[in-house]
């Protein structure tokens, strides 16, 4: 629909927690159904606006029958065929229909406005009704409503011709769970913003591996700003800017511009090995949560793939859960990724990433609960399927498998008895594997840390998972935006933890990467060589970057310099210690 006055420019703070600029017709997702605008129309307007209500109608009756066929194609969805099917019925209700047009010619209103207010009126009566069948009928005529109201604001007249706008958009919402985020169609999504939200939660985690620009913890999104108005998402400053003036758009497109020549310069590391100044190598590789990632890994010339995060296959469709799904998806990661290879975590829900069995049952604590290796260990029989599609992919190329989540000894022993059960499972099928498959421990808790001579002994690599050793030595809540300030990477206590189990893991002969957020900090790369990390696996977006700062480093200045660190007191002070040794050697990447 065509705006007339330009609205303000209104600047909004929160946390930048994937890089880029982006900016778009913006699309709200929430649970309700969205009020559009009231907004009058000429009399002239009524056969366009009626033309408008017809396609976003074809448009909403395709993309019923669309999802329809993919729901009736997996198994066990006999009834959610027949929803559909009563969505349909709904969505050509003639009395409704009808009702909506007289609104649109009597009242000269937008469609838009006709249609939410003729079926809110529906829905708010059908509420009310003490028969919960016909109760539950208002949540599918909203569902419907819901998929009308969205095609209508992206049908335009174009030209004198109408059109269904298939541009890409700008998503804001009070919250995205991982779950979400899967959901979103990544293709036609450039970038988001959250009220709430944090840098390493799930969600901000996959924005950076889909690298679209992303902010979280916008606190409270106004209400003035409207579905189609344009929105500008800054994910370098953790900036929202909703209706960006002409010269704001001129501002960010030289800060647009400044990041494709930083990129175009980073190109031309691809194919080099990631070397500090002095010669020192490190291995470099990516994390990934999806398959499709794995182009995004080569085209950015990571050194294999450092974390592979199976939850997602947990999030989704049950199919995905089978070995056969996880065996097919893992083998082609290990063909893809050559001799460097893959780095398979074994399931690691909880915490954030809630599967619908623990939606269903809330627990108080869940980043202190049933999460993790605990999960696996307590279903031996789940565990041991995901075992054997990794194992069994362990033969089409390098794999190697990690335990995530160990806080005791016994928990590592525990699983590796599960591997050893899963290898003989399959040396009993006759199916081959790598029988010398490398294992590794996630240290990711303060009593891992403290116990890392003791797990060193049981496996041949550990990965760091600062996001978790961060929210776990200093207690906050990595999700929770109100304690965000608090969430410090750089607080000494965690440096040390680090600095043991690097140290840990030398002496006793096996190597020690990190494969949390913090590895590619652009602040704490210097702490990474001055520790002497073997492995950093990072977001695919940040491999060149981070392959250009190590290449700045000398290792040995590092390693005296990392004395004066590990010696102060609050994470500011390293923070600022970190940032002074990063722009003295790599300014350009701190854009
Ligand atoms: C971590 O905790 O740092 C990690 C890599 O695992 P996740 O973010 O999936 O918890
Ligand atoms: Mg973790």
Redesign the pocket.
């Known amino acids: 629909m065509n705006k007339t006055a330009k609205k303000a420019e209104i600047r909004l703070e929160g946390i930048g927690v994937s890089p880029g600029v982006c900016w778009g017709p913006v699309e709200f997702l929430g649970k309700t159904l969205e009020e559009p605008e009231n907004t009058d129309i000429p009399r002239s307007g009524v056969d366009a606006e009626k033309a408008r209500l017809s396609l976003a109608l074809i448009a909403t009756r395709d993309q019923i029958i669309e999802l329809q066929s993919e729901i009736s194609s997996e198994e066990d969805n006999e009834s959610h065929v027949g929803i559909f099917d009563a969505h349909l019925l709904l969505l050509e209700d003639s009395t409704v229909l009808n009702e909506v047009l007289r609104v649109c010619e009597t009242q000269l209103k937008s469609i838009d406005w006709a249609y939410y207010s003729v079926v809110k009126r529906y829905i708010d009566s059908l509420r009310k009704i003490s028969d919960p069948y016909l109760r539950e009928r208002a949540v599918d005529i909203e569902d419907v409503a819901k998929r009308v109201l969205k095609n209508l604001r992206w049908s335009n007249l174009e030209d004198g011709n109408l059109r269904l706008q298939t541009d890409t958009s700008i998503i804001l919402a009070h919250n995205l769970t991982p779950s979400d985020t899967v959901g979103l169609n990544r293709s036609r999504v450039k970038g988001f913003a959250t009220e709430v939200g944090s840098a390493?939660s799930?969600t901000a985690?996959m924005a950076r591996s889909l690298n679209i620009p992303a902010v979280v913890a916008l606190h409270q999104i106004p209400d003035v700003c409207n579905a189609g108005d344009v929105v500008l998402i800054d994910g370098y400053h953790g900036r929202v800017i909703l209706n960006p003036a002409e010269s704001t758009l001129q501002e960010y497109g030289e800060l647009v511009t400044l990041d494709e020549e930083l990129s175009d310069s980073l190109s031309l590391l691809k194919g080099h090995a990631t070397t500090t100044a002095d010669g020192k190598r490190v291995t470099l590789s990516a994390?990934i949560e999806f398959i499709e990632e794995i182009e995004g890994v080569k085209n950015q010339d990571a050194e294999g793939i450092g974390?592979y995060?199976t939850e997602f296959f947990y999030l989704q469709s049950r199919e995905q859960r089978s070995e056969e799904f996880q065996f097919k998806n893992y083998k082609t990661a290990a063909e893809a990724t050559g001799e460097h290879g893959v780095i398979i975590r074994t399931l690691?829900i909880g915490?954030d990433k809630l599967y619908p069995e623990l939606i269903e049952n809330p627990e108080p604590n869940p980043f202190l609960g049933w999460r993790g290796i605990r999960l696996s260990l307590d279903r031996p029989g789940e565990f041991r399927i995901q075992l054997r599609a990794i194992l069994r992919a362990s033969a089409f190329g390098k794999v190697r498998l990690m335990f995530?989540f160990i806080s005791t000894l016994e928990e590592l022993q525990e699983a590796r008895v599960q591997l050893e059960l899963a290898k003989d499972e399959l040396r009993g099928d006759g199916i081959s594997f790598d029988e010398n498959i490398e294992v590794g421990a996630?240290i990711?808790i303060p009593s891992a840390v403290l116990i890392a001579d003791h797990l060193a002994r049981e496996v041949d690599f550990f990965s760091i998972?600062?996001?978790?050793?961060v929210q776990y030595t200093t207690a906050v809540d990595r999700v929770n935006d109100r304690v965000a300030s608090l969430y410090q990477p750089t607080h000494p206590a965690v440096v040390s933890m680090i600095r043991e189990t690097v140290e840990a893991a030398h002496r006793n002969g096996i190597w020690c990467g990190i494969?949390?957020?913090a590895a590619s900090d652009l602040d704490m790369i210097p702490i990474w060589v001055g520790l002497e990390v073997d492995e950093l696996s990072v977001g695919s977006a940040q491999v060149l970057r981070t392959r250009r700062a190590i290449s700045t480093l000398d290792s040995r200045a590092c390693g005296e310099w990392i004395e004066e660190v590990t010696g102060l007191g609050t994470a500011k002070e390293i923070r600022g210690k970190c940032r002074e040794m990063a722009t003295a050697n790599y300014p350009e990447l701190l854009l």
Request: hydrophobic share 20%; with cysteine.
């Open positions: 390493t799930h985690i994390n974390l995060r690691d915490g995530p996630m990711e998972g600062t996001n978790d050793l494969c949390g957020e």
